[in-house]
């Protein structure tokens, strides 16, 4: 009996990490498609002190939010914030650079064909922190175009009809 419970325990377990890899995967290749059809150059760290900046962002109550349009499910409750404040404040969420055929880490030649103006652009990605019964995802991205050009946030995602879409920007940085 003992032995049919933990196969049972172990097959709900491997169902629900499969339905998680999927639900990122939905989510990323949303984000990527956006982007480019081919593949995109980018960095393997979020940058220190955007963890900083958004920190202070989810510490104080009801400020540095941007509402995208009027979207009442995209209200962080103060769970959500603690949540959220605990990942950022322990640096949990980690930035996706392998995805496939679909990302490619930045040389170092990358960033010095980039810092002197003729390379494209390098991205930045964090893995989608989801939340609220995987219907909201937590998603970094930043893309940088030169030693004086960038533009980044972090942003939380509704899903509605299948699509994920951008409803709150927790902080905006442009360089």
Not at 2 to 22: G, P, T, V
Not at 127 to 135: A, H, I, K, Q
Not at 140 to 151: I, L
Request: aromatic content about 14%; proline content about 2%.
């Amino acid at each position: 009996m003992l032995k049919q419970i933990c196969i049972i325990f172990f097959f709900l377990i491997h169902i629900h990490s499969i339905a998680q890899e999927n639900l990122r995967n939905d989510f990323l290749n949303q984000i990527f498609n956006t982007i480019s059809d081919d593949p995109i150059k980018c960095s393997s760290e979020i940058p220190d002190w955007t963890y900083r900046k958004v920190k202070e962002v989810l510490e104080t109550d009801g400020t540095g939010f941007s509402p995208k349009g009027q979207n009442q499910k995209c209200d962080l409750s103060n769970e959500d914030r603690k949540f959220l404040l605990d990942l950022i404040e322990n640096k949990k969420i980690k930035a996706v650079y392998e995805y496939g055929s679909r990302l490619s880490v930045a040389s170092n030649e990358d960033k010095k064909k980039l810092a002197n103006w003729e390379g494209s652009q390098i991205f930045t990605f964090s893995e989608p922190v989801f939340f609220r019964d995987s219907s909201m995802a937590l998603f970094f991205q930043y893309r940088f175009c030169g030693s004086r050009c960038g533009e980044g946030r972090w942003s939380v995602y509704f899903k509605d009809s299948g699509e994920w879409n951008e409803c709150l920007i927790l902080l905006s940085m442009v360089s």
